[in-house]
């Protein structure tokens, strides 16, 4: 396995439209928006999986649907 360096972009993908409290983790860092389909694309950089499990446990701690995370490659 290789260990990556640096940061990379993902794409998470949330159920409905996200209010201020479950955005106050990311609005700084990532770009927000509506999806047609009711639900709330996040994409912004992720530093390491600590950043990423610590964003995903905000998340669960709301009960806020993750439905899909994606790593976007460059």
């Known amino acids: 396995m290789t260990e990556r360096t640096g940061s990379t972009r993902y794409e998470i993908e949330i159920g409905g439209r996200a209010s201020d409290r479950v955005l106050r983790p990311v609005i700084d860092e990532f770009t927000i928006e509506p999806t047609e389909a009711g639900t709330t694309r996040l994409v912004g950089e992720i530093r390491d999986p600590s950043h ?12 806020v649907d993750v439905i899909g995370l994606r790593r976007l490659d460059e």
């Open 52 to 63: 990423l499990n610590g964003l995903l446990a905000h998340f669960t701690s709301l009960t």
